[in-house]
């Protein structure tokens, strides 16, 4: 559901993207609470996961696909503040150098598929463990429940802003109304990697996982007929687990997403492209050039390869590369900043 320019006029586009900048100010501060020595590197991982699951378009509806948002998946796997910064991060790295979302709208997608939906998931997400069992499989169900209101959030907030700065005249009602009906279609799909990806997380490393923190009943031992607590003293350290493994195995599976699944994607539009061509929302977006359409890795090709899986498949490798690589930097700033100020807040010796 990428935005593209034209669609939403220029006052509207300014003031979501300065709604957009003071989301990422908050969540680069909220981050800091929410990374620590095994956290950091995984988020990077996270970003660079989510780019490679939005090239998957998969078809739900005759010539109309959908593809992740991702803001569930990331705000449950590494917490809120860091999942608006991974989103946004996919964003930037799409825009910049795919051509995919308007540059002038990059405050639009921010806010409509980084901030949206991972208010919306995660509170929906928090809402549920309340009441459901402190089990793995109530994280699972809560993850899926999540990222399934997510996405038809997501449309409604776009559908908004549509209303208030868009540059057709096109009835609101049937705007809406097709946003919701096909996201909430493609809210399925998302829910259902969502829930697979966090399932497939818990089952090996449910530390690493920042929604399923503290649901971890404590080992009960029959003692004189009574349940105690077990002693913690023989567990492993949580700290000194390596997330080595873990880093590798989700790494290999980006790159073979994205170099090789990838190839197999719907070629139908998704959701926003074919509501935009069905309803008339792209009557003027013709009049904007991308800035960056002479990219070489402009619409996730490489220019100059004849075979158009392997066109495809290169740029979907550079594109997790370039990915993992600009989240891990900035996450390792932002972890490295919360080391920094606890050194610098301490009054020195004299």
Avoid at 61 to 72: D, I, K, P, R, V
Avoid at 75 to 97: D, H, K, N, R
Avoid at 170 to 184: E, F, N, Q, R
Wanted: glycine share 12%; charged share 15%.
């Amino acid at each position: 559901m990428h935005v593209p320019d034209g669609f939403i006029n220029a006052p509207v586009s300014v003031a979501a993207g300065v709604a957009a900048a003071a989301a990422v100010a908050v969540s680069l501060r909220g981050a800091r609470r929410e990374l620590d020595e095994r956290t950091a590197p995984l988020a990077g991982l996270v970003a660079a996961f989510i780019f490679a699951v939005q090239m998957l378009n998969f078809p739900v509806a005759a010539g109309t696909s959908g593809h992740l948002l991702g803001g569930a998946l990331a705000a449950i796997l590494v917490g809120p503040y860091t999942g608006v910064l991974c989103v946004s991060v996919v964003l930037l790295m799409q825009g910049i150098l795919f051509a995919d979302g308007g540059l002038t709208a990059l405050g639009v997608n921010i806010t409509v598929m980084g901030v949206v939906t991972v208010v919306v998931a995660y509170a929906t997400f928090r809402g549920l463990l309340k009441v459901l069992p402190r089990t793995r499989r109530s994280v699972t169900v809560a993850a899926f429940t999540g990222a399934l209101l997510s996405v038809p959030a997501s449309a409604a907030a776009f559908t908004l802003l549509y209303a208030v700065g868009g540059t057709t005249d096109v009835a609101i009602g049937k705007v809406i109304t097709a946003m919701v009906g096909v996201h909430v279609l493609i809210g399925i799909g998302e829910a259902a990697i969502t829930a697979a990806t966090v399932g497939a997380v818990i089952a090996v490393r449910p530390d690493l996982v920042h929604g399923a923190r503290g649901l971890t009943a404590p080992l009960k031992l029959r003692v004189g007929g009574e349940l105690v607590d077990a002693p913690a003293a023989a567990a492993e350290p949580v700290a000194a687990r390596s997330t080595k493994k873990v880093w590798a195995v989700g790494m290999v599976s980006a790159l073979a997403l994205a170099g090789i699944v990838s190839s197999f994607a719907s070629g139908s539009p998704d959701g926003l492209e074919k509501v935009a061509a069905d309803k008339g929302i792209d009557a003027k977006a013709d009049q904007y050039t991308h800035a960056t359409a002479g990219s070489p890795l402009a619409d996730y090709e490489i220019k100059d390869i004849g075979n158009e899986g392997l066109s495809v498949g290169l740029a979907g490798v550079i594109g997790v590369g370039a990915t993992v690589a600009v989240g891990s930097g900035v996450f390792w700033a932002v972890r490295r900043r919360r080391t920094e100020e606890p050194a610098a807040a301490q009054p020195s010796a004299v």
